[in-house]
C-alpha cells in the first residue's frame, strides 16, 4: 500500500516562504513513484479540500490553482519518490493543513479530491500577517 509522508510544514510571517515535502513508499511489484500523478491539496478550517497544484509521471503537465498561481511552485524528484511544493510570497488565506496526493490509479480532475486514492496525514501551514 502506498504511503505518503509530508513535512516541511510550519509558522512564518506573510510575505514568508516554505518548502514542503513529500516522500512516497510501499510500491507493490511493478508499480512505482514515477507512475502516479502527484497533487498538492489544502483545506483551512470549515472549508472544503481544494487543490493547489498537480504534477504528472515525467514531469508534465503541471497545474496549479488560480489563488497560488505565481507565488507556489511544484515539482518532483523520482528518484527519491518526492513531490515537493515550494511556497512564496505566503499570505494570511493561505494558511491551511497540506496535504499530499498520489492517484493510485485513480482518475479524473486534476483538481478534485476523488482522483485521488492515496494521501498522507497533512502538514500545516500557519501564517500570521
Known amino acids: 500500500q502506498v504511503q505518503l509522508v509530508e513535512s516541511g510544514g510550519g509558522s512564518v510571517q506573510a510575505g514568508g516562504s516554505l518548502r514542503l515535502s513529500c516522500e512516497g513508499s510501499g510500491y507493490s511489484d511493478g508499480d512505482s513513484y514515477g507512475t502516479h500523478v502527484m497533487a498538492w491539496f489544502r483545506q483551512a478550517p470549515g472549508k472544503e479540500r481544494e487543490g493547489v497544484a498537480n504534477i504528472s509521471p515525467g514531469g508534465s503537465p503541471i497545474f496549479y490553482a488560480d489563488s497560488v498561481k505565481g507565488r507556489f511552485a511544484i515539482s518532483q524528484d523520482t528518484a527519491k519518490s518526492t513531490v515537493y511544493l515550494q511556497l512564496t510570497f505566503l499570505k494570511p488565506e493561505d494558511t491551511a493543513m497540506y496535504y499530499c496526493?498520489?492517484?493510485?490509479?485513480?482518475?479524473?480532475?486534476?483538481?478534485?479530491?476523488?482522483?485521488?486514492?492515496?494521501w498522507g496525514q497533512g502538514t500545516q501551514v500557519t501564517v500570521s500577517s
Open positions: 496526493a498520489a492517484n493510485c490509479q485513480g482518475e479524473g480532475r486534476w483538481d478534485a479530491p476523488s482522483t485521488y486514492k492515496c
